[in-house]
């Protein structure tokens, strides 16, 4: 069976800086799919990165990127010079890429960003 | 906006009720997925669908159903409410075999 974890409930982080969320992973399937969502108090999920377990570079995309750890099974996300508006809820989620595609979610790491 | 739309956005009905939520995929997915997410907690996986078929369930109350239409817009249906089945419930579509799933704005059900 497939799970995500996320140990952090909550995170502060000033603003301008970096600020890193974890997630762990359990799966048997050697091919899958990781994936972090922001869900800000307004309540719609964002997506916001994306990367495959046979992706050899981590994945980038503006000011969020994916530390992957293939061997330690972590996809943890960073997020660089943190704005008032990244407070949010994060979501860590995993898909398998074959049979069904269901995405399974972790708990959540709620982030506030201090001025 | 990401596509994929939710009707209605908000929702108050009383315990026994049934209701029905509607989601309009994104032009071209054929997968749609339901997911439930209560009161600060995680989404809860309930039932996917491609193409017009179940493909996929999780931990969907028998009290809950859904369906997908020809037009690939798809139904959800809560029946015999219950307070706690109050929550956020979030629809979202994707492509087979791309990456992401793009959310709509969830349907907000409120028990009373």
């Known amino acids: 069976a497939q799970k995500i974890t996320q140990t952090q409930p909550g995170m502060f982080v000033q603003e301008k800086e970096a600020v890193t969320l974890d997630c762990t992973y359990d799966?048997?399937?050697?091919?899958?799919?990781l994936f972090w969502y922001k869900q800000p108090s307004s309540g719609e999920m964002i997506f916001l990165i994306y990367?495959?377990?046979?992706?050899?570079q981590n994945a980038t995309e503006g000011r969020y990127s994916l530390n992957f750890q293939k061997a330690r099974k972590s996809a943890n996300l960073v997020i660089s010079a943190s704005q008032l508006g990244d407070s949010a809820m994060y979501f860590c989620a995993m898909r398998r890429t074959s049979g069904t595609y269901k995405y399974i979610f972790g708990t959540g790491t709620r982030l506030k960003v201090l001025a | 906006d990401s596509g994929v739309t939710q009707t209605p956005k908000h929702l108050i009905t009383a315990t026994g009720q049934r209701v029905t939520l509607r989601c309009s995929p994104r032009s071209g997915d054929l997968s749609v997925y339901w997911y439930q997410q209560s009161l600060d907690q995680g989404l809860q996986f309930l039932i996917q669908?491609?193409?017009?078929?179940?493909?996929a369930k999780g931990n969907i109350l028998e009290r809950f159903s859904a369906q997908q239409f020809p037009d690939l817009h798809s139904e959800l249906n809560l029946s015999s409410l219950e307070l706690g089945d109050s929550a956020l419930y979030f629809c979202?579509?994707?492509?087979?075999?791309?990456?992401?799933?793009?959310f709509g704005q969830g349907t907000r059900l409120t028990v009373v």
């Open positions: 669908y491609y193409n017009g078929e179940e493909r």
């Open positions: 979202a579509s994707s492509v087979v075999g791309a990456t992401e799933a793009f």
């Open positions: 990367q495959g377990s046979y992706d050899e």
């Open positions: 799966t048997s399937d050697q091919s899958y799919g």
